[in-house]
């Protein structure tokens, strides 16, 4: 093992600049898909309790997309 800084340092922020953050996703420009993923942005990192009924709701509203959408109910 080498002593080499450049491969062996990690550095960790307390805080992140929000400015340097890339969106998760980027917009479908169909709403409700759109909407079903702001709802993932939103989730607590910190609070994964919070997590399973968000994933559920996710499910959900892009599960009845996809059935609209192959009903031709776009």
Known sequence: ????AS???LV??????EEL???VWEPTGEPRVDAALDLLV???PDDVS??????D???QALRA???DLDAGGA
């Open 42 to 44: 939103s989730l607590d």
């Open 21 to 23: 953050v890339l969106p």
């Open 50 to 55: 919070g997590h399973a009924p968000v994933f």
């Open 65 to 67: 997309t996809l059935t």
């Open 57 to 59: 709701e996710v499910h």
């Open 1 to 4: 093992m080498t002593d080499d």
């Open 7 to 9: 491969q062996d340092d």
């Open 12 to 17: 960790l922020l307390e805080q992140v600049e």
